[in-house]
């Protein structure tokens, strides 16, 4: 299986912060990987999918890089109701595998 | 808007088989490829496997064993069936929507059921 490891697992920002998250894939899986936002007590919900395409409706100030084995989203000015967990997610073979998570904490 | 939503005990005995069904409504379950993924503090978020509209599956080798995916597509359903039950087992269970109809390599989740909680325990 390929693992995917996400980091930080924790990241402490204030709102207006450019915020970088880090996915990086045990092997390569091209561009083949979905970014998921998570807020307490709701499903996962769609930010990114292969790598940097953003999800219809989501906010420009989402972005996505990267290919082969390591990924990036950024946040590019923090808002209030960007406080939450976000997940990388591979397709690029069978089984899909998550990353950890990170948490976006308020400084 | 599509939405779904899981329904089931959120119960279940050690031993004893998991019976989770997601409705899907504002759309047509012939469209698309739907999957479960189940999610606990321990192990993060776990795809347990897809199957198409005509009814074809992949599972996680993990629990490839215990898992049984079927399509209900008169009731714009799907089910999961999960045997030999362990607390190992306990998580919140989503359904979701995978964006691929096939044609495509799009196998990553757009539209999530609320989520569920099974415990698993005597």
């Known amino acids: 299986d390929i693992q995917m490891t996400q980091s930080p697992s924790t990241l402490s920002a204030s709102v207006g912060d450019r915020v970088t998250i880090t996915c990086r894939a045990s092997?390569?899986?091209?561009?083949?990987l979905a970014w998921y936002q998570q807020k307490p007590g709701k499903a996962p919900k769609l930010l990114i999918y292969?790598?940097?395409s953003l999800e219809s409706g989501v906010p420009s100030r989402f972005s996505g890089s990267g290919s082969g084995t390591e990924f990036t989203l950024t946040i590019s000015s923090l808002q209030p109701g960007d406080f939450a967990s976000y997940f990388c997610?591979?397709?690029?073979?069978?089984?899909?595998?998550f990353g950890g998570g990170t948490k976006v904490e308020i400084k | 808007q599509m939405q779904l939503q899981e329904s089931g005990p959120g119960l279940v005995k050690p031993s004893e088989t998991l019976s989770l069904t997601c409705t899907v409504s504002?759309?047509?379950?012939?469209?698309?490829?739907w999957s479960w993924i189940r999610q606990t503090p321990g192990k993060g978020l776990e795809w347990i496997g897809y199957?198409?509209?005509?009814?074809?599956?992949i599972y996680n080798p993990s629990l490839k064993s215990r898992v049984t995916i079927l399509v209900d597509r008169p009731k714009n359903q799907f089910s999961l069936n999960l045997n030999s039950m362990t607390a190992a087992d306990t998580a919140i269970y989503y359904c979701?929507?995978?964006?691929?109809?096939?044609?495509?390599?799009?196998?990553?989740?757009?539209?999530w059921g609320q989520g569920t909680l099974v415990t698993v325990s005597s």
């Open positions: 979701a929507r995978v964006r691929s109809s096939g044609s495509d390599w799009s196998y990553f989740f757009d539209s």
């Open positions: 504002g759309g047509s379950i012939s469209t698309n490829y």
């Open positions: 199957i198409s509209y005509i009814g074809s599956t």
């Open positions: 092997q390569s899986i091209s561009s083949w």
């Open positions: 292969k790598a940097s």
């Open positions: 997610q591979h397709y690029n073979s069978f089984p899909f595998i």
